[in-house]
């Protein structure tokens, strides 16, 4: 890295200390106050949480160091393991939104009369809260009046109470999930599409190859950068997964649609108790979960620096 | 382009689009057309388990007007945009500061703080929550507004500091080295030169932290408590529990609730694409 700038020489004489060290100095004065907040409510925090998993604490009394005793519970706990496999669960089925907003994507980059309003259209559950959406699938799901008792019923199926079977409840809030997830990926996708390169696609027509064969060899590689902004925020999305669970079964029935993020909360607290220490333990293993793909971004950032440089 | 230009293809393959069309919006829209056509619906026409057909009596003024007279929906809104707005300019401002710092200025740590700031946003809530919620309680700012903007403020931070370094960044070089050579003081450029040139990244991240910021639920469940400082997804959340078949008025709160980033959006709509595809076209 290359020293900064030299201060002009004309500068005056009386200011010279400042102007020596000003352009030292100045990043430092700009950086404080974000880099001062955000230590304080995010960093510092991520070391606080994983020093409180060694401990019991009801967050009033206080505390007693149990060293790993509350990691010791975790791997017997069946909540837990529920948890994590509905966190399987939703990692694979979230990241069906990618090919989902690919496919849209494909369908609506053309250049038609209204299109752009129906992009903005389909990219619209994205901007909506997820407390929303999630209250209108839980109705969707509803056994008494649900519509999609109705289209069942239309082709003479028996009802399933998606939300009320243990074995269904995740994956229907997963879908429930995909619905602005896979707008997000459209929108990346149409960004790309909308960037990539004529001249390469024409090549590629000239010498004959269409549909799939020029979807895969010559549209999906220039597609990557947005490919890969989707799986990050799909991934991330699918591992930050609450606010749908909250809304729509409060990790039930029978805590059968928990997962890491919402047993964590449920363990330090709502009416279930206040176990800080138990709850910081299921954070830092989502916590080290997620590290592995923050480690994995900023080393693709890394590169890239490495590039411009 | 990719794919081919519908009018270069087959007529059938064009029909097939022009109809198929609509009706992939119709369908992709229904979960939000049921809401909206929920909210103007009578109670009458959810006992007797019409919720998704046209409504047989439309009561749109009388839902609209019952859901903010009989429901603290208005204190909720209010709230929202207290928390959105100071969080907007909060997040906004520091991000400008340490984006100036980072993309301008080469010094040692230069990488590593940047790098502090794309890896803490995409950590999980739950590793911040517990000691978050506890500083918020010392400082005798739990269930208050202040609280959660303050928490807001930080944690976008990350994000906005990310897209302004980045942004700052790729401004012309020659713009700051000829401002110097002018005699301008490293304030100066960052208020004349930098400043004017980010308003597109500024207008971007304002919609996107707007937008996320009025549709968190999370951390308005952990740093509040009461009404009077509930923003309204938690507020959605308790009147949903309230009315457990009152659908017609939870519905018509929804639709409340969800108003004001849609229209943001619609209105923004360049912005606010911009800023969330933003690295999607290179790297």
Redesign the interface.
Known sequence: ?????VT?S??PPAASWWSRH???I??????A???L??V???????F???A?SFYEWD?LSPRTFIGLANYKELMTDPDFHISLKNNVIWFFGFLLSIPMGLGLA??L????FGIRM?K??????F???????G???S??Y?P????LL?VMDLFGMDPIAVLSDEDLVTYGIVVAGL?PQTA?CM??YL??????R?DL?EAARLEGA?GWT??FK??LPQL???T??AVVVTI?GS??S??MI??MTQGGPYGQSKV??YY??EK??SEYGYR?GY??A???V??LL?LV??IF??YR??K??QETE | MFPTPIDRTARSTQLLFRIGLPVALFVWLLPILAVALTSVRGGADLSNGNYWGLPTEWKLWENYTAVFSNTPLFTYILNSFLVTIPTVIGALTLACMAGFALGIYRFKLNLLVFFLFVGGNFVPFQILMIPVRDLSLNLGLYDTITGLVLFHVAFQTGFCTFFMRNFIRDLPRELIEAARVEGASEFDIFFKVVLPLVRPAVAALSVLVFTFIWNDYFWATVLIQGNHAMPVTGGLKSLNGMWVAQWHLVSAGSIVAAMPPVLIFFLMQKHFIAGLTFGATKG
Do not use: C
């Open positions: 890295m290359n020293s900064p700038s002009p004309h500068a000003q352009l030292r100045v990043p430092w004065l700009f950086l106050p974000a880099l907040m955000f304080v409510y995010v960093i510092a925090p991520i606080e949480s994983i409180i967050g494909l369908l980059n053309q250049k038609v129906a903005s259209l389909f990219f619209f559950p901007v909506i809260s997820q407390v929303v959406i209250l209108v699938f109705w969707f509803d008494s009046n649900g519509l109705h619905y997000y929108i990346l960004t790309g599409l909308n960037n990539l004529p696609i269409k020029m979807l010559i549209v990557r950068p947005a890969f902004i991330i591992l930050r609450f606010d909250s809304i890491l993020a964590m909360y330090a607290l800080m709850g910081s299921i954070a830092t989502l916590f997620m793909y923050i971004i900023l950032v890394y890239q620096e």
